[in-house]
């Protein structure tokens, strides 16, 4: 039975719907199906626009012996080779042998390709801004290459001021008995699934693209007939601007895409700590694992908003397979005009940061925001203090009106909300804080100490509470500050942040042997200054203790200028980098050191897993 949508008085779709498929193309998943869309005109002569895939042949040819009621076909007008749409051709010149092909020059050499019936001699060749006179209407023929394929071509309707607009403007998703765009809730139900659609069909392609809509933005257009999705009738300006947008590759919308790859749930665990403290800061998130995603859906995500943060972890001395499938159909995609962060994990050799580092400097107008996070198998406390500083640089890229933006569309920040980035115009320094419980030392690193009052002489200091340093000041109620100056090496950050004062002694490989007055020790090398404090008050914050903190001594050191956080992040903390060139050696197959050298000798023990030589194979 014959299953048909009227769309003009002259116009009908005899498309069809497949929900059974799982993969579009053998790699997009359609979880709510597709339609394949073909219309008919009837007119002096009758004129068919494309045919379907071949799985909805059938149900097509029905409905299309319906619509012609007795008549004959006259033309088909091939405006997409691809098979979805052209998979009925021979069915067609069977059924009605008159049938012409109207088409392009290089789609007759496509058609050609795919099918071995004489095409050529059916073939009305159109060239652009050809005309074709069916009676009433008259068709103008446009060529739009690269909007998916290069023999693409639409049609233009100068009577009815219709668009057949072939791959543009199309959806996934199956019609569900409607046939209009706006009888359905597209924006909310249709408009993920069309941006997914268009990022991953013609997504690569946005330069043409771009080039087809000046093309046709001189035609008045009452009406678009995409191959795939809805027709559009009313409300075009809403998926133009949409269009406009895409191709030009800039962000729907501000917010942070974190994508993160994850084995045991470590690289998943600092994932979502980002995203909780840029919620904090006002930002929107949005998550996915990439090895539970489909890339498609993650592709159009990136499409949709301005920041990125991928995190993974390193597999085979390289990125994750998921993470990096993912990188390289993004790369594949052309996307660009993008902030991103990046966080690396890895138990024995970080590099995953820099290699996809390496692969997104391959893309147009990547902005890299400078704090990375670098974790050795998971998050420790020590370094929650840097994913507050990813967070705070993410969220100084982004502009002041669009943090705090959470409110539904429509909506106004309250006269009250308070601008976060004006917090990071406040400068934080860095320092050790030392304590001592018994014989035990033990010190971290902080970024907040504040004079208070000068009479009496007072400083606050802010401490995380799973720095076990927290604990020992909560205890003894007496600590030193030493206040970083900026010839400080990154080891010192290694050696207080990196690790807990738990599980190891942060001083026992140390010179630091030097105590104040009140018998904890200090730092006496790349500092200007040390204090010496009493605990007053505390106060619980939840997360920290304010410790209000009387001074008890206080020195100079050197006249060198503290460190700040800033200074830290631009001059002192490593950066991920890009991969160098290939090297020529030996690799461990077990844990995936690197033997630089032409021959590895037969001898040769890995330093790092104790294996020998079996267990290396040739860099290639
Ligand atoms: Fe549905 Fe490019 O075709």
């Not at 895939?53 to 091939?78: P, T």
């Not at 159109?126 to 005309?131: G, I, L, M, P, Q």
């Not at 604990?471 to 100056?485: A, C, E, P, Q, Y």
């Not at 503290?562 to 690799?587: A, L, R, W």
């Amino acid at each position: 039975m014959n299953c048909v949508k009227r769309i003009t008085d002259d116009l009908t779709w005899v498309g069809a719907n497949d929900r059974r498929l799982s993969m579009f193309e053998g790699i997009y998943s359609v979880p709510y199906g597709v339609s394949y869309n073909s219309y008919l005109l009837i007119d002096d002569k009758t004129v068919l626009f494309d045919t379907v895939d071949k799985a909805v042949r059938q149900r097509f040819l029905e409905n299309v012996g319906f619509v012609l009621s007795g008549r004959d076909l006259d033309y088909i007008v091939v405006q997409h080779v691809e098979p979805d749409h052209s998979a009925a051709l021979s069915e067609l010149t069977l059924l009605y042998p008159k049938l012409k092909i109207v088409c392009s020059d290089k789609t007759l050499g496509f058609l050609e390709q795919f099918f071995d019936f004489d095409i050529r001699s059916r073939a009305h060749i159109v060239k652009e801004n050809d005309t074709l006179n069916t009676g009433r209407h008259e068709l103008r023929f446009i060529m739009a290459p690269m909007v998916h394929w290069p023999e693409v071509m639409v049609t233009y309707d100068s009577t009815d001021k219709i668009l057949f607009s072939a791959d543009a403007f199309g959806c996934f998703g199956a019609l569900n008995g409607a046939i209009f765009a706006d009888e359905v809730d597209f924006a909310k139900y249709y408009m993920d699934e069309a941006r997914r659609y268009y990022a991953n069909i013609v997504g690569k392609y946005g330069t043409q693209v771009s080039t087809f809509l000046s093309k046709v933005s001189g035609f008045a257009v009452d009406m678009i007939c995409p191959l795939h999705g809805f027709v559009w009738r009313k409300d075009m300006a809403g998926i133009l601007s949409k269009y406009a947008l895409w191709s030009s590759y800039e962000p729907e919308e501000y917010g942070v895409l974190i994508a993160y790859a994850s084995v045991y749930g470590n690289t998943e665990n600092a994932a979502e700590i980002l995203a909780c403290r840029l919620r904090e800061r006002g930002l929107k998130t949005a998550m996915y694992d990439v090895s539970v995603t489909p890339a498609s859906e993650i592709v159009s995500e990136a499409f949709r908003w301005s920041h990125i943060v991928f995190a993974s972890t390193t597999y085979n001395a390289g990125i994750f397979v998921t993470m990096e499938a993912l990188i390289n159909d993004l790369t594949a995609h052309n996307i660009q005009n993008r902030t991103v962060a990046i966080i690396e994990n890895g138990s024995w050799a970080p590099t995953s940061g820099g290699l996809i580092r390496g692969k997104l400097e391959q893309c147009k107008n990547i902005s890299f925001v400078d704090a990375g996070l670098s974790l050795k198998s998971s998050l420790k406390s020590s370094q929650i203090q840097e994913v507050e500083y990813l967070a705070d640089e993410i969220a100084a890229s982004f502009p002041a009106a669009e943090i705090n933006a959470l409110a539904p569309a429509g909506g106004t920040a309250p006269s009250d909300a308070v601008d976060m980035t004006t917090m990071f115009k406040l400068t934080y320094g860095l320092f050790v804080l030392s304590a001592r419980d018994g014989s035990k030392d033990n010190g971290c690193i902080i970024n907040t100490v504040t004079q208070i009052t000068e009479k009496p002489n007072r400083i606050s200091i802010a401490v995380n509470k799973s720095n076990y340093t927290h604990d020992m000041i909560l205890k003894t109620g007496v600590f030193n500050v030493s206040i970083l100056s900026e010839s400080v090496p990154f080891r010192v950050f290694e050696q207080f942040g990196f690790k807990s004062g738990r599980d190891t002694d942060k001083f026992v490989d140390s010179t630091y042997s030097d105590r104040s007055a009140n018998g904890v020790r200090y730092i006496p090398e790349h500092v200007n200054g040390v204090i010496s404090a009493k605990v007053a008050d505390s106060f619980d914050y939840g997360t920290h203790t304010l410790f209000v903190s009387d001074v008890t001594q206080a020195f100079v050191l050197s006249g060198e200028r503290s460190v700040t956080y800033q200074f830290y992040f631009d001059n002192i903390k490593p950066k991920p980098q890009p991969p160098k060139e290939k090297k020529t050696g030996y690799v461990c197959r077990i844990c995936g050191y690197v033997y630089e050298g032409d021959v590895l000798p037969d001898d040769f023990i890995c330093p790092l897993c104790k294996h020998g030589v079996d267990d290396f194979e040739k860099i290639l």
